[in-house]
């Protein structure tokens, strides 16, 4: 079974720039097409980035032009934010774009000055 481990996550202030990690704990061969999903505070998980297994990119109009999507080697889904906001406060996670693994544990990123 596989297990997501998000990782990256911090307090930054606003403008600022983050990386976020995604692996699979268990070492999977190679992550398929893969998303990340952000939550914010009191509101329901949302698709924000995903990246296919060959690499194609694509984004929510909320992060398109400050996040970019890329995977190393099929072993690693990264989130590299930058110019963050406050809204984009919350708990990210990454899984599947078709169907769904068990979700992680999230990695926090807070906006705040």
């Known amino acids: 079974q596989v297990q997501l481990v998000e990782s990256g996550g911090d307090v930054v202030h606003p403008g600022g720039s983050l990386t976020l990690s995604c692996v699979d704990a268990?070492?999977?061969?190679?992550?398929?097409?893969m998303g990340w999903y952000h939550q914010a505070p009191g509101k329901e998980r949302e698709f924000i980035a995903g990246?296919?297994?060959?690499?194609?990119p694509n984004y929510a109009d909320p992060v398109l032009g400050r996040f970019i999507i890329s995977r190393d080697n099929g072993k690693a889904v990264f989130l590299h934010m930058r110019d963050v906001r406050p809204e984009d406060t919350g708990i990210y996670y990454c899984?599947?774009?078709?169907?769904?693994?068990?979700w992680g544990l999230g990695t926090q990123v807070t906006v705040s000055s």
């Open positions: 990246i296919t297994s060959a690499g194609t």
């Open positions: 268990r070492g999977i061969d190679s992550l398929p097409a």
């Open positions: 899984n599947k774009v078709l169907g769904k693994w068990p």
